[in-house]
């Protein structure tokens, strides 16, 4: 686009790149849609190792490329005229060295790698984000200094911990305060998208307006609030939420690259073969060796170990963006002489590692045999499964006297139940609840499967009255059921079971006006509701929990009526029928929120 626009003669060159547009405006919306996809037992089983890759990574790559090219400048590489001085390389090591999440999401999502790589890479590239702007900051301040003291090295060195954890503290305690919010917004259904990106954003304001990090904030703000205010929305709330920060983020990441081809024509370049060649092969190689020499470290206590061909594509996925182009940026011409070499050079790294390594790295993921990951569908046994063997295995690790972070997972689940889910929830959710999602998530499939594809149904056929003596079997138009379409029932060959009346019982068109009435889809279109305070019984799956109940409570009325054989003539079958619907109307419709008193009856069953 910004080719286009300079060959045409309307450069846009007026809209310049303004670094505080970019941190306040257009990197929050990525980072907080990519916080809520940390929210992952892989991410939190690898927190581990990534942060090594986050802190330890980072740390060296700068003290490595800086001390590098500084020493590269009194051979003449970078020309004779070309000088700069330590403080100056280590500001462009700290920054060139941001993995930036924008590109690394858009390429291994691609990619589909496993999980663990996945995660290894992109929550590095997050948290390395943060690092590079606190090691950035720090860098810059002594460039503007004669000569640094040693007092002010270990003063920064404190800084960088405090402005962390300050950033940490921030983001939990909105997060926190957001899950108590939310608690209580059942009556303003509303305004619950609103509360959570609005309190999102507010903990990146705060630790910018403090001076901490605003993006290890919203990150921490993130993860707490997926876990805790995301249970108390409802779900169109939640789905509001989701696809609302993915559109957003995808428009800041498209109006971040359209400014970086903007600038890349109409920005006055001066460019340094030497310096951007060196740079770039100093970075790759730099990059790679701390890769491999941090795996090799972490292979010896971690229990999925990392193969050299991961390690690979780990230090080849290390693709710079918007973030390292956003802080050459802001750098001062009168502090940083080179400031215009080193935005021609970052420019240059930018689009190297975006197109040239972006772009392979699928082929070699292909071409090295890396395990791809495996869209499976969610299954109740899987849920069981996993939680037994976490408590087998804590119980292993209690029995052999070494507590592992099996056992600190299971006494960190036992405290959330018990004090924090109470606090912080409306319906505080515990294993039970998961088994009951992961079984509702089975039913609403097989629902669906069965009511919008009913023709296909196990064990119905569908049959046109014309073609009932030719024997054909035809597949109708569901609203066409009523008049021209009677309902079979299969035989029974069991002789343990009850067995059904023989004959074709034809629904009235009455009747399939009221089925039609109760379908989901009418009842998001009825009378506008301003607050959404009824919007978890406009919801298919608390339908279907409370038919649920409904058809418990009748269950237990048929029985306790002592009828001990089923009806099978039409007589008695009609007089059943009659008598189970006067008995459903008399089922009360459970209120938005509190247990009817058919959830008795159910247990009693």
Avoid at 213 to 218: L, P, R
Avoid at 254 to 279: C, E, K, R, S, Y
Avoid at 473 to 485: F, H, K, V
Wanted: proline share 4%.
């Amino acid at each position: 686009m910004g080719g286009i626009s300079y060959a045409l003669g309307h450069p846009l060159g007026q809209y310049s790149f303004e670094s505080k547009t970019f941190f306040l405006f257009l990197l929050p919306p990525i980072i907080l849609e990519s916080a809520f996809s940390l929210h992952d037992r892989t991410f939190t089983s690898n927190i581990g190792s990534i942060l090594v890759y986050a802190v330890a990574g980072t740390l060296l790559n700068t003290f490595i490329v800086g001390p590098l090219l500084y020493g590269l400048s009194f051979t003449g590489a970078f020309g004779m005229d070309f000088t700069i001085t330590i403080t100056q390389c280590l500001v462009f090591s700290a920054l060139i060295s941001a993995v930036d999440p924008v590109a690394v999401l858009a390429i291994f999502e691609e990619v589909h790698v496993n999980n663990v790589l996945y995660f290894l890479v992109f929550g590095e590239s997050l948290l390395n984000d943060a690092i590079t702007v606190v090691l950035y900051n720090m860098m810059n301040s002594f460039a503007t200094m004669s000569t640094v003291p040693v007092s002010q090295i270990f003063l920064g060195l404190a800084s960088f911990f405090t402005i962390s954890v300050g950033a940490i503290m921030i983001g939990t305690i909105v997060g926190v305060l957001t899950a108590i919010f939310t608690k209580y917004t059942d009556k303003v259904r509303v305004v619950e998208p609103l509360a959570l990106l609005g309190m999102a954003y507010l903990s990146y304001m705060l630790a910018e307006l403090f001076h901490f990090s605003g993006i290890i904030s919203i990150i921490c703000c993130g993860l707490v609030q997926k876990e805790y205010a995301f249970d108390n929305v409802s779900r169109k709330s939640h789905t509001t939420i989701k696809y609302f920060t993915k559109m957003l983020s995808t428009t800041t990441e498209a109006i971040i690259f359209l400014q970086l081809g903007d600038i890349l024509w109409n920005v006055d370049h001066n460019f340094n073969p030497g310096f951007v060649f060196l740079t770039l092969i100093i970075i790759l190689l730099s990059r790679g060796l701390i890769t491999l020499s941090l795996s090799f470290i972490l292979n010896k206590v971690r229990t999925v170990k990392l193969n050299l061909q991961e390690q690979f594509i780990m230090s080849y996925g290390g693709l710079r963006g918007a973030v390292a182009f956003a802080l050459v940026v802001l750098l001062e011409e009168k502090y940083i002489p080179m400031r215009s070499t080193m935005i021609t050079t970052t420019l240059i790294v930018v689009f190297f590692t975006v197109f040239i390594q972006g772009g392979t790295i699928k082929p070699l993921v292909k071409w090295m045999h890396i395990r791809r990951s495996e869209e499976k569908e969610e299954s109740l046994s899987d849920t069981i499964h996993t939680n037994v063997l976490d408590f087998m295995m804590a119980g292993i690790e209690e029995i052999a006297g070494h507590r592992g972070h099996n056992y600190f997972r299971v006494l960190t689940d036992y405290y959330d139940a018990k004090y924090l889910r109470p606090w912080l929830q409306r319906k505080p959710t515990n294993f039970e609840t998961e088994v009951m999602n992961t079984f509702e998530n089975i039913t609403l499939r097989d629902h669906h499967e069965h009511v919008y594809n009913i023709s296909n149904a196990p064990g119905v056929r569908l049959r046109n009255k014309a073609s009932l003596e030719m024997g054909d079997e035809t597949t109708p138009a569901l609203s066409q059921i009523g008049n021209q379409y009677s309902l079979e029932m299969p035989p029974d060959d069991t002789a343990n079971t009850l067995s059904l009346p023989k004959e074709k019982i034809r629904p009235t068109s009455q009747e399939f006006n009221k089925i039609v009435k109760k379908n989901p889809g009418i009842l998001i279109h009825r009378t506008h509701d301003k607050n959404l305070l009824q919007d978890d019984h406009q919801d298919l799956a608390e339908q279907m929990h409370h038919h649920h109940r409904r058809h418990m409570l009748l269950r237990q009325r048929v029985l306790s009526r002592g009828s001990s054989v089923y009806p099978t003539t039409p007589t008695t079958l009609r007089s059943h029928h009659r008598l189970v619907h006067q008995d459903a109307r008399e089922v009360p419709e459970a209120d938005d929120g509190k247990r009817s008193s058919t959830e008795d009856v159910d247990t009693q069953v």
